[in-house]
């Protein structure tokens, strides 16, 4: 067979695959419209069902990689389920979801990775606003940046929820990664001015010490912000990431130009609704406790004695006393599991308050 007659076979058994594949989408789409049916059915007049599952999501998501035989990689095969669910679930309910914008910042990104592209994200341009849009009822779920792997805690982030009653009911990992990115009026060899969030000039500080010793760094609200100048700017350059770049049709003069290759921010997802077990997840605490000898010790004991593993500890100022302290603490286990029930009720017995933030699933892509 000539290798054009091979072409004109292999594409027309995509057409039939293809077609194969739609017919199952929309059955898939059929079934989860009955599903929203069968969850508000059981309801009385006038409640709304909770259509959004995010511990039924990451068993999809979960049982795809098991499954899966390639020669599409685990992570590409979820991310194509991932969009599949997005879909069906906007057929149920299209979900409101805030994140810290502008347009084509990293937690939009985040939003997308944890939410697929079927939702309607909502910019905010704070972090505290995107917990009071929550509280408020505008969106249903916010997403928020809460630590990178470079810089350390987002203090803003924390702090927020000291003051607001919110729900974790999800985290989303990302890999950032920044280039220096350029508009028309700029020459590369004429850059006087370098922006971005102050996060991400840190997270390059060694990478600009050495290109761009001289060049000032100016820190604004967010790495899209700092693309958005850029556009019109003569001079000057911007360090964002790959949405930002294409959302303002800007040049990369340099890739990938972090100081640690690992560099990985991690996002919550908060909102009102408390998250089932699924076997794989994560809990995060904030508790204060009484300023004596032995506190912290008295606070970490019940982990260890029942053998659960913490994933991450800060200290924050409390707010209600000079030089009185909260810790919020994430581990592994869902809070209604026996074992987290026992570490949970001695935490209390010794703290000042203890606050339990939410169990979520730990996150799957
Ligand atoms: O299983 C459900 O409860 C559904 O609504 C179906 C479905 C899906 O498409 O698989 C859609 C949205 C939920 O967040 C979880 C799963």
Redesign the pocket.
């Known amino acids: 067979m000539s290798d054009e007659a091979q072409l004109k076979a292999l594409r027309n058994r995509i057409d039939s695959i293809d077609e194969k594949i739609m017919e199952l989408i929309s059955e ?1 789409a059929a079934c ?1 419209q009955t ?2 049916h069968v ?1 508000q059915k059981s309801l009385p007049e006038g409640t709304k069902p909770v ?4 511990e ?2 990451a068993w ?1 998501l979960k049982h795809i990689m098991e499954l899966n035989k390639g020669p599409l990689d685990n992570e590409e095969m979820a991310r194509l389920f991932r969009e599949i ?1 997005s879909a ?2 906007a057929l ?1 309910e299209p979900l409101r979801v805030a994140y810290l914008g502008p347009e084509g910042t990293f937690t939009q990104a985040a939003a997308i990775k944890h939410f697929g592209h079927s939702v309607i994200s909502v910019p905010m341009a704070a972090i505290d606003e995107i917990f009071r849009e929550v509280a408020a009822g505008a969106v249903q779920f916010g997403v928020v940046p809460v630590e990178n792997s470079t810089e350390g805690a987002i203090n803003h982030t924390l702090d927020s929820f000291l003051e607001h009653d919110m729900v974790i009911c999800g985290e989303v990992e990302l890999r950032i990664h920044h280039h220096l990115l350029i508009g028309e009026n700029t020459k590369t060899d004429k850059i006087s001015r370098v922006y971005s969030h102050a996060q991400s000039l840190a997270q390059c500080r060694k990478w600009l010490d050495a290109h761009y010793p001289n060049v000032e760094r100016v820190a604004v609200s967010s790495n899209a912000d700092a693309a958005r100048r850029v556009k019109g700017e003569w001079n000057s350059a911007a360090i964002a990431g790959d949405m930002a770049c294409e959302l303002y049709g800007l040049s990369k003069i340099a890739e990938k130009i972090e100081d640690r290759p690992d560099n990985s921010t991690r996002f919550l997802i908060i909102g009102s609704q408390s998250v089932p077990p699924t076997g794989d997840d994560k809990t995060s605490i904030i508790v204060s406790m009484r300023n004596k000898p032995g506190a912290l010790h008295s606070l970490l004991q019940p982990f260890h004695t029942n053998g659960i593993d913490l994933s991450r500890i800060e200290t924050r100022p409390s707010r209600s006393g000079k030089w009185t302290y909260v810790f919020f603490i994430d581990f592994f286990g869902h809070h209604a599991d026996p074992l987290i029930k026992d570490v949970l009720e001695k935490i209390n017995d010794e703290s000042v308050a203890l606050k339990v933030l939410g169990s979520y699933p730990k996150a799957v892509l």
């Open positions: 898939r989860a599903v929203a969850k259509f959004y599952r995010p039924r999501e999809v669910m069906c679930l149920e």
